[in-house]
Antibody, heavy 121, light 107 residues
């Protein structure tokens, strides 16, 4: 059974960096049959896919155009976790952030519990 | 980007009723399509994957159909615990995109 446990600050100041980490159990972040994604949800934007990282002989990343210039998703194989770093945040980045696993058919089958992050001064 | 148009945005039905939610993709996505259920304060839960396959542990009153651009989620014999918001997701290509959601109220 795959479990995904999220951690990260709940309040971030405007222009600062938002960071959330997702610890994986029951699977490997280096799996050749999975991709590790970040999704956020807000009343104004609904559910929004932000990006993913995955390993297929080498690491690859894909990002949504809306955040591509500000987002870094990285994996830490020693801790079996992956992280989101969103730079230069504004109040519009206030949302619940979810980590998810996409399986070999690319749909999201496991989700973290969600992290409500508020951007406010 | 592939746009997902979901309807209705809300509906109300009684226990035992059958309801249908639809989702239309702006481009053909074959069967790379999925349905999720979300309850307040919780992460979305996978119900249907690949358009019509029932996720393990999901009651058989949930079913999905469609391919290409038009997809349907049917819930037969509604139960009180089906009160939730339902979302569609296309997993055909990035950026993956969700529908706007359908809020289902049980009368």
């Amino acid at each position: 059974q795959v479990q995904m446990q999220q951690s990260g600050p709940r309040l971030v100041r405007p222009s600062q960096t938002l960071s959330v980490t997702c610890v994986i159990s029951g699977d490997s972040v280096s799996s050749n049959n999975a991709a590790w994604n970040w999704i956020r949800q807000s009343p104004s934007r609904g559910l929004e896919w932000l990006g993913r990282t995955y390993y297929r002989s080498k690491w690859s990343n894909d990002y949504a155009v809306s955040v591509k210039s500000r987002l870094i998703i990285s994996a830490d194989t020693s801790k079996n976790q992956f992280s989101l770093q969103l730079n230069s945040v504004t109040p519009e980045d206030t949302a619940v952030y979810y980590c998810t696993r996409a399986n070999s058919d690319w749909y999201f089958d496991y989700w973290g519990q969600g992290s409500l992050v508020t951007v406010s001064s | 980007d592939i746009q997902m148009t979901q309807s209705p945005s809300s509906l109300s039905a009684s226990v035992g009723d059958e309801v249908t939610i639809t989702c239309r993709a702006s481009h053909s996505i074959s069967t790379s399509f999925n349905w999720y259920q979300q309850k307040p304060g919780k992460a979305p839960k996978l119900l249907i994957y690949s358009a019509s396959s029932l996720q393990s542990g999901v009651p058989s009153r949930f079913s999905g159909s469609g391919s290409g651009t038009d997809f349907t989620l049917t819930i037969s014999s509604l139960q009180p615990e089906d009160s939730a918001t339902y979302y569609c997701l296309q997993s055909h290509s990035t950026p993956y995109t969700f529908g706007q959601g359908t809020k289902l109220e049980i009368k």
